[in-house]
């Protein structure tokens, strides 16, 4: 593709298509990666490309729930590595919790790709600035974090086949998982074993977005950059969250698109 000028309206858009279109020629994404994005694409322009008020307080109460829980766990796919694989380190070297590779394909080729993105990922960032707000040694901290995935020695009870596997050191032993982008089978499998899920999806009708405790209504590459500086200024939570109203108020930004003028 060629250069897209600093202007163009489309452009962050833009660059996520290529972004996406370059992994998935590089082995990292499942055939289907490219649909669910589009799917996604089209929630984002009705939500006006923007992270809203209510995704800004669910991402305060996903980091807040991070922080205070015994372990937290980050799960990722394809898209998210490629989308936010940067920024989800920052958040789980702040945290200080490992980041699993799980796909709902599973293949242990992707996996392996996916994890060596990701070290490179990590390599990266532990070399690059902390944080605004962080004042501990961040070399070491990013380098702690653990990249899990291989050699999956665990189930997700309630799932049959290749998506129900996990490691047990990761998401089987969690009390808390940050999974952007999950699928609704899955997210309901993970609370009915008890654990917190906070899940990103553009999508406020999906039934990921309506089985999580938490659901962030945003694009995750913004929430995932959103959520880091949440990760490190350490509000607490800020009491009951009501899932279902801040559903409700996505939809509402939806039904109040306009054309304008
Ligand atoms: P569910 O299984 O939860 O009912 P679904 O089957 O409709 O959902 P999937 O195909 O599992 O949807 O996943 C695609 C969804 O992922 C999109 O509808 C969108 O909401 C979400 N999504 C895709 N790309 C992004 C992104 N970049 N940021 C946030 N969410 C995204
Ligand atoms: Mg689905």
Redesign the pocket.
């Given at each position: 593709m060629g250069e897209i000028p600093e202007s163009h309206p489309r452009r962050s858009s833009l660059l996520a298509r290529q972004k996406l279109v370059d992994a998935a020629a590089e082995g990292l994404l499942a055939d289907s990666a490219m649909i669910a994005h589009g799917r996604g694409e089209a929630f984002d322009y009705l939500l006006g490309e923007q992270t809203s008020d209510s995704a800004r307080s669910a991402i305060r109460e996903a980091s807040a729930r991070l922080l205070t829980a015994e372990r937290p766990v980050i799960s990722v796919n394809g898209n998210t590595v490629v989308l936010a694989g940067e920024d989800l380190i920052r958040v789980a070297a702040v945290v200080g919790c490992p980041i699993e590779v799980n796909l709902y394909y599973r293949t242990p080729e992707r996996i392996a790709r996916l994890l060596t993105r990701l070290a490179e990922q990590r390599a990266s960032v532990a070399g690059g600035p902390a944080p605004d707000g962080w004042s501990e040694d961040w070399a070491k901290a990013v380098s702690s974090v653990a990249l899990l995935g291989d050699g999956a020695d665990g189930s997700i009870e309630g799932l049959e086949g290749a998506r129900a596997i996990c490691c047990t050191n990761g998401i089987g032993s969690a009390d808390i998982v940050l999974v952007p982008l999950e699928?609704?089978?899955r997210c309901e499998a993970l609370v009915e074993m008890g654990k917190q899920v906070v899940v990103i999806d553009l999508n406020p009708l999906?039934?990921?977005s309506r089985m999580a405790t938490v659901t962030i209504v945003d694009e995750v590459t913004r929430a995932a950059t959103a959520l880091v500086d949440e990760v490190v200024s350490g509000h607490a939570a800020q009491g009951d969250w009501d899932n279902r109203a801040a559903l409700s108020e996505a939809l509402d930004i939806i039904a109040g698109a306009s054309a304008g003028e």
């Amino acid at each position: 593709m060629g250069e897209i000028p600093e202007s163009h309206p489309r452009r962050s858009s833009l660059l996520a298509r290529q972004k996406l279109v370059d992994a998935a020629a590089e082995g990292l994404l499942a055939d289907s990666a490219m649909i669910a994005h589009g799917r996604g694409e089209a929630f984002d322009y009705l939500l006006g490309e923007q992270t809203s008020d209510s995704a800004r307080s669910a991402i305060r109460e996903a980091s807040a729930r991070l922080l205070t829980a015994e372990r937290p766990v980050i799960s990722v796919n394809g898209n998210t590595v490629v989308l936010a694989g940067e920024d989800l380190i920052r958040v789980a070297a702040v945290v200080g919790c490992p980041i699993e590779v799980n796909l709902y394909y599973r293949t242990p080729e992707r996996i392996a790709r996916l994890l060596t993105r990701l070290a490179e990922q990590r390599a990266s960032v532990a070399g690059g600035p902390a944080p605004d707000g962080w004042s501990e040694d961040w070399a070491k901290a990013v380098s702690s974090v653990a990249l899990l995935g291989d050699g999956a020695d665990g189930s997700i009870e309630g799932l049959e086949g290749a998506r129900a596997i996990c490691c047990t050191n990761g998401i089987g032993s969690a009390d808390i998982v940050l999974v952007p982008l999950e699928d609704g089978d899955r997210c309901e499998a993970l609370v009915e074993m008890g654990k917190q899920v906070v899940v990103i999806d553009l999508n406020p009708l999906s039934r990921t977005s309506r089985m999580a405790t938490v659901t962030i209504v945003d694009e995750v590459t913004r929430a995932a950059t959103a959520l880091v500086d949440e990760v490190v200024s350490g509000h607490a939570a800020q009491g009951d969250w009501d899932n279902r109203a801040a559903l409700s108020e996505a939809l509402d930004i939806i039904a109040g698109a306009s054309a304008g003028e």
